[in-house]
């Protein structure tokens, strides 16, 4: 991981125990919350500075956080929520749990805050089952805080209200989807919601809530102070703030960086120490699993910011790279990423739940050498299918897939079911 003076999530790390309150009150950890405690800071004022920071969302929709806190009926009356989804199960993705290992502290201030400001006294942290460090460091920190009457009733004499709870999940993708994980954490099985009613009107029981990512709530108290346009400055217009990048894949060193915004990708790409063994870049999914391949010549020409990932044809998404190497068969890539999401599918949407299972099958037919013709086209029929017919956005993280390969690899396909299951790239 990658520390710096401009560090937004990662502010401690050059600490001995940086997940420790000592380590997060030595870089001004709680002042900014300390700071609306005892100013009775207007909730808006504070809304106001979000929308000018340009903070969009990190958990892969990328939408405007002040925008979503705004949302939020304050003034409505009865019990209110805040939820951080820190589930974390798209492919490549392994930024949230290092927040939660090395400074679980700034999530804590950060859902306090936005609980402040969206009339919430209570909040839930949904944390994906298997991350076991992460969830002890969490479960410290907040016995920390606790400790130190940094949360709970009248917190130093406020009147302010704050109780925060982890909730486990139990390895689910889907609970990934905010509307799963409110009915996870109700004790329902795990499966998206009808919209609308959205969650700021009927969410975790039923009450308003708010949802946002573990990187989106991190990143509040050090925007409150050091204020929104310097976090705007830190990235680009509509893309305000350094962020974290998990890169992945064919790279000689894997890790997570934060860069602002905007970043060249063959930047990022050399801080991980470029393509592994030397080999030149085929390919990169640049925001997970679920987002359109882009090809490595077009991705050395591309930024890494929202509206440069829309324009070479994907999305930024979680902020996961993963990174393709020339000589990797691109056909059994996406037959593992079909795989997945056939496994994953929570079955609630036929087209989904049928769909998904046709993909996954049909490209194993292909790898096993039984491939015909006219498969490639049923491929991307049953993709073209699926895509915007479901309830959540699980059938489009299936479909986009399947249709990028196929537009920009689709002789590896052919060539593939013309020689029996033998891949372009052991021909080569």
Known sequence: ??????????????????????????VG??????????????????????????????????????????????SAPGQKYIVCNSDEGEPGTCKDRDILRYNPHQLIEGMAIAGYCIGATVGYNYIRGEFYEPIDRFEAALKEAYEAGLIGKDIQGSGVDFDLYTHCGAGAYICGEETALLESIEGKKGQPRFKPPFPAQFGLYGRPTTIN?????????????????????????????PKLFSVTGHVERPDNFEVPLGTPFKDLLAMAGGVKGGKRLKAVIPGGSSVPVVPGDLMLQT????????????????????????????VKVLANLA?????????????????????ARVLHRILNGQGRPQDIDLLDGVAGRIGGRTICALGDAAAMPVQSFLQHYRHEFEYMVEHGGRSLAEAA
């Open 213 to 241: 990512n573990t990187e989106s709530l991190a990143s509040v108290p050090v925007i409150l102070e050091k204020g929104g346009q310097w976090f705007l400055e830190q990235g680009r217009p509509n893309n305000g703030g």
């Open 303 to 330: 930024d890494m910011d929202y509206d440069s990932i829309a324009k070479a044809g994907s999305m930024l998404g979680s902020g996961a790279v993963i990174v393709i190497a020339e000589g990797t068969c691109m």
């Open 29 to 74: 950890g709680y002042a900014q919350w300390e700071k609306i405690l005892k100013e009775k800071t207007d909730p808006a004022k504070i809304i106001d500075e979000l929308k000018l920071s340009a903070l969009r969302g990190r958990g892969g929709a990328g939408f405007p956080t002040g925008l979503k806190w705004s949302f939020m009926p304050r």
């Open 339 to 359: 795989h997945f999401y056939a496994h994953e599918s929570c079955g609630q949407c036929t087209p989904c739940r049928e769909g998904t299972g046709w993909l």
């Open 1 to 26: 991981m990658v520390e710096d003076q401009n560090s937004v999530c990662f502010r401690t790390l050059h600490l001995k125990e940086p997940w420790a309150l000592a380590s997060y009150r030595s």
